[in-house]
């Protein structure tokens, strides 16, 4: 065993593992015992692709979609959704034209069902949901008329699965719309929606409408839901009892609804803990209905995640899957065979199939990379629970260092890399990842915090961060590290922080209003709270009302809490990473960023990636973003990588862009 200082570390994790070798898994489907699922493959542009497992033989998966084919929707920009599967065949929206295809066997020419766009992706199509005879499509449609968010129209629509005729509208007037869902006889839908300035995960309603034999809808009302009440994912029982998750107890569990008559909806799972996940995405389902009664959930509690089984009198048994996380919370079943994307701390995101009864080791049909890492190299988390400056607490991953061929010298400890996720409305999970491998086998520390406004701990802490966003969470970040140094488990002279989107954010905030961190990396992060409020797309163009509170009223606090606009706070190096297609935060947020670093000779480096959008999908993007990030804590922290990679200058009072094409 080598004694080497930390950071210095030789690691088993090269860049190129990280990017090249790591699935991305999206909608899972069950269709007579094979399962699909979307994978997103860095190796070849992010391109989205549906793959099928066979009941009889499922290690020869199988392409589904054509080699030229990216399946990608931008509903809502995110998408998720993507397809979906009925009697071997397949439907999904096509990223180039966004239209809906039809594919009937594997290899044969896919047909499209929606109309050519006017303009470059003008219709798009999310959410489908087939017919029970087969011949008819629900899906959620979004219009673009023009260039801004106000041109964007969302409705719910049908289409026969055969493309003969044109998508029908049968639900609109509200901004947004999500879950159709149609009973087994198929005569009725239900449906979700909600309205600016509310966030799914803020309040919405449920509607019901009987489903006429044209398609069309009559009869509609609202059977649940609200301003201040979030209802997830409506589902029908095979007896045809109406489902959904709500908040209306503070936490998200699952009621059965009583739609013929007078009894209120019977909450099947009440306790403190989260049956459902925030809506950032279409395709999403936190339970699935089995054919022998029972139901299939995933319950979330303490920053862990189980499957559960729940029978016809609620009561709740625990699977026993080794899983500890579901990173892409969709069940899927045909009634007898599950699927699923499960994970753990030393499991990487895995596809994998189980019908219950089998005992607990599901089939593993695709994992998201190979952990191919000897004994003692992989780093495994303990759950923190952080005393916070207020009083209250706030919760994080700590990873430690851990290479088995190497140790530090005596009475050093190690830097830390504080991981900040994105939303900020999401979760961090314990599942083995080889992007903080790659920091860990090298003598990193890396924390990964769920601070105030994460989902998963109640709708008490998710609303905590209303009117509070660049403050409180920032504050949890500040107080993470600060306890992990106090407590021996981290340098308190080495202290970084890195995230991307609202993480970028929490980053650029930490340095401009804090003095704990001694670096920074922000990934596509939010400089400028006004602009992204009025330059960002529908979904999020008034999310910020809630978070920081609504325009113009609220000016002051938006400029407040600008990192741009008190750029003359920030004195530690700063890495700004960027897409140049970014429709969410666009490149101009980073480049006024730079401009004030440079107005105010604060050292910073800047890395334009042209070609990529929010969240880098190449595998190039996301190589070379991880060893500029590496160089950047070497050069800012006075050590020298392992690796061989290229320096990072850092700039000062001098306008500089890196461009990685």
């Not at 922080?497 to 003095?515: E, K, N, P, Q, R």
Request: charged share 25%; proline share 7%; glycine share 10%.
């Amino acid at each position: 065993m080598s004694t080497t200082p930390y950071g210095e570390w030789e690691s088993p994790v090269a860049a190129a593992d990280v990017a090249a070798d790591t699935l991305r898994f999206g909608t899972v489907s069950v269709d007579d015992g094979s399962v699909y699922w979307l994978e997103r493959r860095p190796d070849e542009a992010g391109r989205g692709v549906i793959v099928r497992a066979d009941a009889g033989d499922p290690a020869e998966p199988v392409e589904v979609t054509p080699t030229e084919t990216d399946v990608r929707t931008l509903v809502h920009e995110y998408g998720g959704g993507d397809f979906a599967v009925q009697d071997g065949r397949v439907f999904y929206a096509d990223f180039d034209d966004q239209r809906l295809y039809r594919i009937d066997d594997t290899g044969a020419d896919p047909e499209p069902i929606t109309p050519e766009p006017e303009t470059e992706h003008g219709l798009r199509y999310a959410d489908m949901e087939i017919s029970p005879d087969g011949e008819r499509l629900y899906a959620v449609r979004e219009r673009h008329e023009g260039d801004g968010a106000e041109d964007v129209i969302n409705e719910l629509v049908v289409l026969p699965t055969d493309g003969s005729a044109p998508p029908e509208v049968v639900a609109d007037g509200h901004d947004f719309y999500a879950f159709p869902r149609l009973s087994p006889d198929g005569d009725r839908l239900a449906w979700t929606t909600w309205d600016h300035p509310r966030m799914p995960w803020d309040g919405t309603e449920l509607h019901v409408a009987a489903v006429d034999d044209d398609g069309s809808l009559a009869d509609e009302r609202v059977v649940m839901g609200g301003p201040e009440e979030s209802v997830f994912q409506p589902g029908w029982s095979p007896a045809g009892r109406l489902h959904a998750v709500s908040d209306r107890t503070g936490w998200w569990n699952l009621y059965a609804l009583d739609l013929d008559g007078d009894d209120g909806p019977t909450n099947r799972t009440p306790e403190a803990a989260e049956f459902g996940v925030p809506q950032w995405t279409f395709g999403l389902a936190t339970y699935v209905f089995l054919d022998d009664g029972r139901v299939a959930v995933l319950r979330n509690a303490d920053g862990e995640w189980s499957l559960c089984l729940l029978d016809e009198d609620n009561e709740r048994t625990d699977a026993g899957l080794p899983y500890s996380a579901y990173p892409h919370a969709r069940l899927a079943t045909d009634g007898e065979t599950l699927a699923f994307v499960g994970g753990g701390p030393t499991t990487p995101e895995t596809v994998a199939r189980w019908t219950p009864g089998e005992g607990p080791e599901p089939t593993q049909l695709r994992q998201s990379f190979s952990l191919d890492l000897a004994d003692g190299m992989v780093s495994e988390p303990a759950h923190v629970d952080v005393p916070t400056r207020d009083g209250e607490t706030t919760h994080a991953f700590y990873y430690p260092p851990t290479n088995a061929d190497e140790q530090a010298p005596e009475a050093e400890d190690p830097p830390l890399v504080t991981m900040v996720h994105g939303g900020p409305t999401s979760q961090t999970l314990p599942v083995a990842t080889l992007g903080v491998q790659f920091f860990t086998t090298r003598g990193f520390a890396v924390a990964d915090v769920n601070y105030r406004g994460s989902t998963g701990y109640g709708r008490d802490y998710r609303d905590a961060l209303q009117d509070e966003w660049g403050v409180l969470d920032t504050a949890d970040c500040v107080d993470t590290a600060e306890h992990l140094a106090e407590t021996g488990r981290a340098d308190p002279d080495r202290l970084a922080i890195t995230g991307g989107s609202a993480g970028g954010y929490a980053v650029l905030c930490a340095l401009a209003f804090h003095d704990t961190f001694d670096a920074g990396a922000s990934h596509y992060g939010v400089a400028d709270l006004e602009a992204l409020a009025t330059g960002t797309h529908k979904f999020e163009s008034r999310y910020l009302d809630g978070l920081v509170g609504p325009l113009p009223e609220a000016r002051d606090t938006y400029e407040a809490r600008s990192p741009a606009l008190h750029a003359s706070e920030i004195d530690a190096p700063l890495l700004l990473l960027q897409g140049g297609e970014d429709r969410v935060v666009p490149q101009e947020q980073a480049e006024d960023m730079v401009d004030a670093l440079v107005a105010t000779e604060t050292p910073y480096a800047y890395a334009l990636f042209p070609a990529e959008r929010h969240g880098f999908r190449t595998a190039e993007a996301t190589r070379r973003a991880l060893e500029l990030e590496l160089a950047f804590y070497g050069e800012t922290f006075g050590f020298q990588p392992a690796d061989e990679i290229k320096e990072v200058k850092l700039h000062e009072g001098q306008r500089s862009v890196r461009r990685v094409e």
